[in-house]
């Protein structure tokens, strides 16, 4: 049984240049093991360029890059072997059957043929796509290709899976099904997934982190499962929630609202007020919300509702990205 | 053999992707019914099949198993599966052999019925001896043809799909020409006209000798397609590679200069060819090879890091040329002094202008300007511009400069080298010492100036 390393994947001040311009400048980061990071980033960020990174495809000029422990620059047929990777304009075997696509994939990562053949048994039932193995892979609609494409990058049982924008051109169904793939890949298999993405709204349904890049520069690294930091020595900025509070109407409820406002401003949280309710935002894990509803009956406010919801990672991507135009802003 | 063969994956999916059953019917019958057309309007029945079977060769396997030799990379970057071969456990020898005889089988299958119809034509017509030397001879001819299609591409892989066809369309054209063309009207005395050939003194039928440097040229390109494999399944190269090559090409060509009665005297003579071969091969790999900023950087970086496997695996095979050249020009030189005793009545800029030493200047003044073009901001063929720049100071200057004139001027001297031409004047011995270096020493000089506007601050960041 192979020992799990700490750190699934380790980025150490990765610089990476092209002849026109630096594409990723002094990048550092981990990722813990069966995390589902999510990679976003306007166009032209250094996305692709950060997985293929990562994958050993495109040699960086400086920096260090870890996999299961391995540097993936000093020994990349080793790292080969713990990774799979889905580029964005991935390629099939038009010619072949799915079953035979997923056959050459096995074989050619080193498995032998009994192995191969249940391989290709397990990442055709992983990504449901049994019922289509003896038909040609350019036959194959295109969500069933990008699953079969996905197959091939996971029949060898990799740590990591990098996968470069895996929804695009996919249907609304299509994309749905993928959502429950890289859930199910995460938490029955146990692989760290590394995806970058431009549909937010879908990645808040599987992602456990966020890294936002942009410009070349890893603008954020954020928890989106309310955890704090848990890898290593990096940081991890926890996730904002907003807790929503609304009083008991009792005739005078509109004037005491900013009177709860100052109450929590005073408690050293940032809160606004919103359609009757007062907005609280902050790092509320279970237990920091449980001690603010604890500190309003205390202070004999008349709660009639307290939720608490993730803030929406569009929030904290445009909030993460938007530093930099508010900057140009400023300067111009 | 076959479970080998079939064990090996790549080799396996180009044979599922690539080879066409209904074509091992169709073409022996197609073969066969030519065959029977030509026969039955020819008396000589046997140098007809001779004729034939070499033709069929040269399209069915040399030509059309070249193209699909280059499909196999071609496709594999337009499919975009190339990624994932990259990232597989493949082995680069695995991957070479795999792609070489998976990607070609359909062509192998017709060159089998080729071959056999030529070995049982030969043997009948001269002996088998000559036979099994003529197939192999052609078999490892299309093989190395196979392998420089496959290498173009892969080294011109980011140009546009339209380009690479092109350029291999190129080379088809060039090596064809000189090889298939004569072949078209063959006779088997091509391989009787040369009857003997003198190797280092040791005597070889011109056929056996032709036939086994094909073979090892075949050898050498087998090797280049596994070296380039190696590098694009991330395993690093060595120099020691190039210098093998070019030792190994040395060692055979100046084994055909060496005569059994050859004197001492004679060694400077053999050196000194040594020495314009070594550095005639700096221009190919200078040419062909990785000069962009990108990789510049890469290896200002890996200096930097002490990283010598990394540096090893750069490190540019024109600068080993270049070391080799060196070393054989000095050589040359200090064998001429002990051997050549009328060269000490020469002047010294005479002895230098005599000395292969002279190529110095020219080859750091070209590999100067060619790097030049290559670290523009946003170079567009840098290679051809620096071609078309040489071609002007080696060919049209010089032209400009003795064009109608009994006695070229002076400056005539500062363009070609001096152990190309004869000089007796003191002005064409200053000009050919004096001007080489200047020459060399501004495009240095520009070449920094280049490096430091414009990558010298991003080498540093």
Known sequence: MPTVHPIAVKVEHLTFDYTSHRALDDISFELSPGSVTALVGPNGAGKTTLLRSIAALDEPRRGQIFVGGVDVWREPRHAHRMMGYLPDHFGLYQTLSARECLFHAARSRGLDVNWAKQAVAWAAERVELVHKLDELAGTLSRGQRQRLALAQAIIHRPLLLLLDEPASGLDPQARADLSGLMRGLAKQAGVTILVSSHILAELENYCTAMLVLDDGRLRTHQSLDGGQATTGTAEIAPRLRQLRIRLLEDGMQTPRLPELQDWAASQGWRAWTNDNAIIIEGEFDDVAQSQVLRKLLDAHWPVLEFSASARALQDVYLEAVGHKKTAQGEHQ | ?461
């Open chain 2, 1 to 461: 053999m076959i479970a080998m063969l079939w064990g090996n994956p790549e080799f396996r999916r180009n044979v599922l992707c690539e080879f066409s059953a209904s074509r091992l019917l169709v073409d022996p019958l197609l073969i066969g019914l030519t065959l029977a057309v030509m026969v039955s309007s020819e008396s000589d029945v046997k140098g007809i099949v001779i004729g034939i079977s070499q033709i069929g060769f040269i399209f069915l396997t040399v030509i059309w198993g070249a193209r699909q030799a280059g499909k196999a990379f071609s496709r594999e970057f337009a499919e975009g599966t190339w990624d994932g071969q990259r990232m597989s456990g493949l082995t680069p020898w695995q991957m070479t052999w795999g792609k070489l005889l998976g990607s070609t089988l359909n062509a192998w299958y017709d060159g089998a019925i080729m071959m056999a119809l030529f070995l049982i034509a030969v043997s009948i017509k001269e002996n088998l001896y000559i036979a099994v030397l003529g197939a192999l001879g052609w078999i490892g001819f299309a093989v190395a043809i196979h392998v420089i299609n496959m290498i173009q591409i892969l080294f011109n892989r980011d140009r546009l799909v339209q380009q690479r066809r092109l350029s291999s369309l190129i080379v088809f054209a060039i090596l064809l020409f000189g090889w298939g063309v004569g072949s078209f009207a063959y006779d088997t005395d091509v391989f009787t006209l040369v009857q003997k050939i003198h190797w280092w003194g040791i005597e070889f039928s011109g056929a056996f000798f032709a036939v086994a440097s094909v073979l090892a040229m075949s050898a050498w390109a087998v090797t280049a397609l596994w070296q380039a494999m190696r590098r694009e399944l991330l395993e690093r190269n060595h120099p020691g590679w190039w210098l093998a090559f070019l030792l190994f090409w040395l060692f055979w060509a100046m084994g055909l200069l060496v005569r059994p009665d050859a004197s001492s005297k004679s060694w400077p003579l053999f050196f000194l060819a040594c020495a314009l071969v070594a550095w005639g091969s700096v221009y190919p790999p200078l040419l062909i090879s990785r000069k962009d900023p990108g990789y510049w950087l890469h290896l200002f970086t890996a200096w930097q890091r002490r990283d010598r496997a990394l540096l090893l695996h750069l490190f540019p095979n024109w600068i080993t040329s270049i070391a080799l050249g060196l070393i054989l020009s000095l050589v040359a030189e200090l064998s001429a002094t002990v051997l050549q005793s009328d060269r000490s009545s020469l002047s010294f800029p005479a002895m230098l202008l005599s000395s292969p030493l002279v190529l110095i200047p020219f080859v750091i003044r070209d590999v100067a300007i060619v790097l030049w073009f290559n670290l523009a901001p946003r170079a567009k063929a840098p290679d051809g511009a620096a071609l078309v720049v040489l071609a002007v100071l080696y060919l049209l200057i010089p032209l400009l400069l003795d064009i109608g004139k009994g006695n070229p001027s002076i400056l005539y001297y500062a363009f070609i080298p001096g152990i190309f031409h004869e000089h007796s004047s003191s002005g064409a011995l200053i000009c050919g010492t004096f001007f080489p270096l200047l020459q060399a020493a501004g495009a240095l000089f520009l070449l920094r100036l280049r490096w430091q506007t414009h990558w010298a601050a991003a080498a540093r960041s």
